[in-house]
């Protein structure tokens, strides 16, 4: 078999400050993954000068999944990162029309009458805070995209393995196809299912494998008329969360949207794969108790279903998100569950802090206080990991008992309203009063400080 090298790209549009003045403008880094993630991250880097080519293993860019939203702190640390990835969210996002969540007793009421009377609703919190703006992912991934120059992008390449010889040469990669590519650095945005990962911590650790979170989603887009006959005009025309015993249904606007979540006692079939054909009747089923209101609006969906499963890195954190001259950044290294609703944005703060480490210390390389790249890098990826470790932990293990919470199962707050909205209201604090500027300035001094311990 013929090996070929994929040569990285030198292209780079105009004001990305590449040039020889620019230390940043000899380093050559690969972006495993062409996800929204890989592809913000290879913006935020292509901003401050660096060579960049992304890798990523289908035919074109592809993103599965419905929508999404970031906060006001993530969009803070968009525009640090490179104002076109704000900009292209802005193009294709939308603001939170309301300004309060509503969570409602799916399960209790007797009438549908009974569900739409003020009785039924559990509590409700102020969605100024978290500032979000949603939008579907396909459509966010594709307006970044379009800032890529031509040539930075590699598709059909999916990685296989990597060799890091930190004694001379740069990384090698492999990829499945029998070429291979250089770079001085690799950073694997490749999901939750990251090969990355796995070869950076071993194939046989268990942080190299997501984990069942024992929750399954089923998703419909029900006619918004028969969405108002079942639930109620309020309702339909705004996002609500419905809570009850081992599941919840979150409903949005726009043909009404509708996302039901189960919890599963069973193992998932095939833990390769992240969906499973599903039926309108296993859902009936798992939900008959409930409300006359939540039955009818089950009774909307197709008789045909795919249900997800939901696996995060809750059980098994990864201990490191780097070693050597790579690292992972996003679902790669801390892949979560979708109840805070925040797990996107945990990989654009990734993204920012990376940039800010790998700017700061290849600057120390002009001013001859580094001795080489290699090891410019090395700490950046280790400054990246020991900033984020602590918060991104705390999200994948918040989120996944989050899902307890809102399914009744989560001890502390069971199905007492009151109790249920203490706790979110704490945890979601401590996603949306975080300091970027503080961040940003930790990740700066921690690189410095880590520099000057090698000398």
Request: include cysteine; proline fraction near 4%.
């Amino acid at each position: 078999m013929t090996v070929t090298q994929t040569q990285l790209s030198n292209d780079f549009p105009d004001g990305d400050g590449s040039n020889g003045d620019n230390p940043s403008s000899s380093l050559d880094i690969a972006i495993i993954g062409g996800g929204i993630i890989g592809v913000m991250m290879t913006l935020g880097l292509l901003h401050r000068g660096m060579r960049v080519t992304l890798y990523e293993r289908a035919t074109d860019f592809h993103e599965i999944g419905a929508g999404f939203a970031f906060t006001g702190v993530a969009r803070d640390c968009m525009k640090r990162l490179n104002p076109q990835v704000l900009e292209a969210l802005r193009r294709v996002g939308e603001e939170n029309r309301h300004p309060n969540n509503r969570y409602w007793d799916g399960f209790n009421p007797a009438s549908k009458d009974a569900a739409e009377s003020q009785d039924a609703l559990l509590f409700q919190m102020s969605a100024r805070e978290l500032d979000y703006w949603g939008c579907l992912r396909s459509h966010f991934l594709r307006e970044m995209a379009t800032y890529l120059p031509e040539g930075v992008a590699k598709f059909g390449k999916q990685m296989e393995s990597y060799v890091d010889d930190e004694g001379g040469g740069k990384v090698v990669l492999h990829f499945t196809d029998g070429t291979t590519a250089e770079a001085d650095a690799v950073i694997g945005c490749d999901g939750i299912h990251s090969r990355t990962r796995q070869v950076l911590l071993g194939d046989s650790h268990q942080a190299s494998h997501a984990s069942y979170s024992h929750k399954v989603a089923y998703r419909a887009v029900v006619p918004i008329a028969d969405g108002i006959s079942a639930i109620g005009d309020d309702k339909a025309n705004n996002q609500c969360t419905h809570m009850g015993p081992d599941a919840h249904i979150v409903n949005k606007w726009t043909l009404l949207n509708v996302f039901i979540f189960l919890h599963d006692q069973e193992p998932w079939p095939e833990p390769e794969k992240m969906t499973a054909p599903g039926t309108r009747d296993e859902v009936a089923h798992a939900l008959r108790n409930w409300s006359p209101a939540v039955r009818e609006l089950v009774g909307l969906f197709p008789e045909h279903l795919t249900k997800w499963g939901i696996f995060d890195m809750a059980e098994h954190p990864a201990p490191t998100y780097a070693r050597g001259r790579v690292c992972i950044a996003g679902d790669a290294a801390h892949a979560s569950s979708p109840f805070h609703g925040v797990g996107a944005c945990m990989g654009v703060e990734d993204a920012l802090v990376l940039a800010t480490a790998l700017e700061t210390t290849m600057a120390r390389t002009y001013d001859g206080s580094v001795s080489s790249k290699g090891t410019a890098i090395s700490t950046a990826f280790q400054t990246y990991s020991a900033i984020r470790l602590q918060r991104s932990h705390w999200l994948v293990k918040s989120s996944r008992e989050m899902g307890d919470i809102y399914e009744w199962r989560y001890a502390a707050t069971a199905h007492h309203a009151d109790k249920c909205k203490a706790e979110f209201e704490h945890r979601s604090r401590k996603i949306w009063d975080f300091n970027v500027d503080k961040m940003v300035a930790d990740s700066q001094s921690e690189c410095i400080h880590r520099l000057e311990a090698k000398n």
